[in-house]
């Protein structure tokens, strides 16, 4: 392997600044506990009282450098929450569930003797798999890896998986076939600012990961270009050189349209092409057929834009290739994300520093916790279980026999039918709310509901709390420590600056005493830290293709952070991929695919005519969980709204801040109408944060990528109704 | 080295943490002191701060009847004070940019002090420090001259780097349109 020259320099805008000690306090270094920029910061302690009292900023971590959003700058104000969730709580009447009422208190024995009193039960009159596990990946490594040993060892089910179906999973699917390896970059985030042309897909980026918007607006600062694909006029593409303004879903045609127009007008780079792809000849065959013409027929783009695009894009001596939610949340999100891949491979433009692709990862440990093994098909290190030999390799480290390894299970939005056909009768749900973040929220509601036995673990009474029968209350990110992969697929450090509130316990304790409980503690009983568990871990992954077997927690703090694949202790990791053009396919060569373009699950019609989208404000994140109980957050955004473009609010006749009924084939609900013309007049906008009756889930889709599983949250057909009486909220 | 803020209009993406880190930094009793606009809303998204420019002779201090508006030696103009101010609102009324804030409960004038506890010593004030655009910056003399004349278009036909708005002040601003003099790499 080519050695890399990075080194965690402190780029032209790093400054040395000290912090301001204020008097009785301590400073704990960490990160935030929201998406995957994964910005520093440092927590404000009190010394005399031991809590968490405030933020201050972290100018020495290289990525952010003290910068912060407004979630980060508030997000301290989850822990010591008069919300916080103190004691486990048990419901006895069952017909209380999808409500917040009937909940008691009680202590953690008859809360666990409960649990293992039903799960034991339903697995003997149902067998081992009516149990499933559903998790998230806003939480550490240690934590995404216990989760998948606590399912498969623990309890025995092959039923487990988590949201990064909602989130990632299209993105790994895509970077998987492309490239033959999952790591969300190809370059680490400080050479952002130094290429000439970025490529932004279907990302809000201003918004949703508001602290690398410096390093954007730094490239047009030095003469380069900003290009934005996106179905609406974002902060970020107000700015942009170039502003594709797509038809929702209509990516895949995009994408081969631009390269077609790269190897039309000669921007391939034949000898990279020749040497380290397969796949060109096939591709420049399918893409022929989308012409500027073709291409805009589908899209709506004009074809001037996207000649544009391509000649920019091929002209830039470095250029950048991020995508996000934008183009995987659709049922062809892999396509999207191979096909974006696809400029990059064609013109050469991976592999060096200051040109490559990315996914911007959404959820803090987006990255790590896809990695080890709560996927329903996957195991640690990036393993497979469907490859027996990965099943041998795990099964050792866990001290099982490879026959008791459980087979793949199913991804998250098919257990809910799952739910509905009994197979699954009990949930055991921590680090999510598919309650507000599910698509076709009445389905996923009606199953939850039905379910025999239900646990939630969460640190607030989440809107899927509602449908529990047991609620454990687990720790905020800020009373435990661990390891998250950021967006760059950088291990970070995230440490503890106060002790668990309440009676809460961190998710790995808590699954560990449920272990024993059942009997299983001979496979748990040792790991008595976070970093236990991070080195069993490391153990779990070693020879896998997320391979942290070098990183410590030591080596993290030492160089800011190790980007895997890391192999051994000497290894400093790897802050770019294929320096050496070595891709990760057995043949060392990228795919370039030949991907032929096909609608989405919904289109509109007459009935339906409008395109709903959906995606997030600079306030909030994900469900809302956590940002809808902070003030300044609240203060900012209090409710959803939907965005309406002035000539098509014209046509319904309804006016800005008028309420009107939204609805599709699968649900309806009211919202107040903005009105603004930086969206297409075809398209309308909701965003996700809100749950109950406020949830756009309601209306969207649960048609699933056939690859990644993951659902079309970003197009569905839709039609808006004006009141005809004002609606009282 | 003396540091000034320096603001970048155009780089604003109107996510408010100048706002929320007003609120944290440890001496504002948790209120924002500040403003971001939203300049056109039912058309786009552009929005801009608006910050206390630290006048050099500020209307604020000069219309107070009470002299609670005091200035400090770094140039800083600061809060009232609480024991003189009267709460008679001149400050809000002169002020040519309407940065005072007024707590009716307190009957006290509150406005931003470049949290003279950090920028005293150098260190950036919270909203410079968290700014996740570089629209908020704080800068030496030097960078910020530099930024001038990188920006300064000198075309007749677009000024961004005016030397003050109204009068002379200690934080200097670069209005949108930075980018209309930029040189393009190919």
Not at chain 1, 60 to 70: E, N
Not at chain 1, 457 to 471: G, P, Q, R, T
Not at chain 2, 105 to 110: G, P, S, V
Request: hydrophobic letters at 35%.
């Amino acid at each position: 392997m080519q050695r890399d020259n990075y080194k965690n320099e402190r780029d032209k805008y790093f400054k040395e600044i000290e912090n301001l000690n204020h008097p009785n306090e301590t400073l704990v270094k960490t990160h935030c506990s929201y998406c995957a920029m994964q910005c520093g910061m440092n927590l404000r302690v009190n010394t005399k009282t031991n809590k968490i009292i405030g933020v201050e900023p972290r100018y020495d971590w290289p990525v952010t450098l003290g910068k912060m959003c407004p979630k980060g700058v508030t997000a301290y104000q989850q822990v010591n929450n008069k919300d916080r969730l103190l004691k486990p709580l048990i419901r006895d009447d069952q017909s209380l569930k999808g409500t917040k009422n009937g909940f008691r208190e009680a202590s953690w024995d008859e809360a666990y003797d409960l649990i293992v009193k039903k799960f034991t039960e339903l697995q003997t009159t149902y067998g081992k798999d009516s149990l499933s596990v559903y998790s998230g990946v806003s939480m550490t490594n240690e934590k995404c890896y216990l989760t998948g040993k606590f399912a498969r060892v623990g309890l025995q089910t092959r039923y487990i998986d988590y949201n990064g179906r909602f989130c990632m999973a299209s993105a790994a699917g895509g970077l998987n076939r492309s490239l033959g390896i999952d790591r969300g970059s190809t370059i680490p985030w400080t050479d952002v600012h130094e290429t000439d042309c970025i490529f932004l897909a279907g990302s809000n980026t201003a918004e949703c990961h508001p602290t690398m918007m410096f390093r954007v607006w730094a490239i047009q600062e030095r003469g380069g270009y900003v290009i934005v694909a996106d179905p609406r006029e974002t902060p970020v593409a107000r700015r942009a050189d170039l502003h594709l303004d797509l038809k929702p879903g209509t990516d895949l045609a995009l994408a081969n349209g631009i390269v077609n127009l790269l190897i039309q007008n000669g921007y391939a780079d034949e000898e990279f092409v020749k040497n380290h792809t397969n796949g060109f000849e096939e591709t420049k065959e399918l893409v022929k057929e989308f012409t500027p013409e073709y291409t805009s027929e589908i899209t709506g783009v004009a074809p001037e834009k996207i000649i544009r695009a391509a000649e920019l894009y091929g002209k830039a001596p470095n250029a950048i290739v991020m995508f996000a939610r934008g183009i995987e949340q659709q049922i062809k999100g892999v396509d999207n994300v191979s096909a974006y891949t696809n400029m990059a491979l064609v013109t050469g433009k991976i592999g060096r520093a200051k040109s490559g692709v990315a996914t911007i990862t959404g959820q803090g440990n987006g990255q790590g916790g896809r990695e080890h093994g709560q996927k329903a098909d996957a195991l640690p290190g990036y393993r497979k279980i469907a490859n027996p030999d990965h099943v041998k390799y795990v099964s050792k480290v866990w001290g099982i026999e490879p026959e008791e390894m459980p087979k793949e299970g199913v991804s998250a939005f098919e257990m809910f039918g799952l739910m509905e056909q009994k197979t699954i009768r009990s949930l055991y749900l921590l680090c999510s709310n598919p309650a507000v973040s599910a698509p076709d929220q009445n389905y996923v509601r009606e199953q939850m509901k039905n379910l025999d036995f239900m646990v939630c673990v969460d640190f607030f009474l989440s809107e899927s709390a509602e449908f529990a029968d047991v609620v454990l209350p687990t720790t905020t990110w800020a009373e435990d420590e661990g390891t998250t992969t950021n967006v760059e697929g950088r291990i970070i450090k995230i440490n503890r600056a106060q002790m668990p509130l309440g009676e809460s316990k961190p998710d790995w304790q808590i699954q560990i005493e449920i272990a024993e409980r059942l009997g299983r503690g001979k496979y748990f009983s040792h790991l008595k830290t976070s970093k236990d568990v991070f080195n069993e871990l490391r153990v779990a992954s070693k020879g896998g293709t997320a391979d942290y077997y070098g990183v410590t927690w030591e080596k993290i703090d030492k160089q800011d952070g190790v980007f895997w694949p890391c192999k051994d202790e000497s290894d400093p990791g790897t802050p770019h991929l294929f320096l050496d053009k070595k891709f990760n396919h057995p043949d060392g060569k990228a795919k370039i695919l030949a991907l032929p373009y096909r609608p989405s699950a919904e289109e509109p019609d007459e009935k339906y005519p409008l395109r709903l989208t959906t995606g997030r404000v600079v306030y909030h994140y994900l469900s809302g969980n956590q940002t809808r109980r902070i003030q300044f957050l609240r203060d900012m955004c209090p409710e959803p709204f939907v965005e309406v473009h002035p000539e098509t609010a014209e046509k319904y006749s309804i006016e800005h801040e008028e309420y009107v009924r939204l609805y599709t084939r699968r649900g309806e609900a009211t919202y107040k109408v903005k009105i603004t013309e930086a969206i297409r007049k075809d398209t309308v906008f909701v965003p996700y944060h809100w749950g109950h009756e406020k949830s756009i889930n309601l209306l969207t889709i649960g048609a699933l990528d056939p690859y990644s599983r993951m659902p079309e949250f970003k197009t569905c057909a839709a039609q808006i109704e004006k009141m005809k009486t004002r609606a009282v909220q | 080295m003396k540091k000034r803020l320096y603001l970048e209009l155009e780089n604003c993406i109107g996510c408010r943490s100048c706002l929320a880190a007003c609120t944290q930094c440890g001496g504002h009793e948790e209120r924002n002191r500040n403003y971001v606009y939203d300049v056109n809303p039912l058309v786009n998204r552009q929005t801009m701060p608006l910050m206390c420019l630290h006048c050099v002779n500020p209307a604020c201090a000069r219309s107070c009847p009470a002299q609670a508006i005091q200035i400090h030696e770094t140039g800083a103009v600061l809060s009232a004070l609480v024991e003189k101010c009267i709460g008679c609102q001149n400050c809000t009324i002169a002020c040519p940019y309407g940065i005072p804030k007024f707590d009716t409960e307190q009957n006290l004038m509150y406005k931003c002090d470049l949290c003279i506890d950090r920028s005293k010593d150098g260190i950036p004030p919270m909203c410079a420090s968290v700014c996740p655009s570089n629209t908020l910056q704080w800068l030496t003399d030097e960078e910020i001259e530099a930024k001038q004349k990188q920006f300064n278009l000198d075309n007749g036909k677009w000024v961004t780097s005016m030397p003050y708005l109204e009068g002379e002040t200690n934080v200097r601003v670069n209005l949108p349109g930075i980018l209309q003099g930029v040189t393009k790499l190919f």
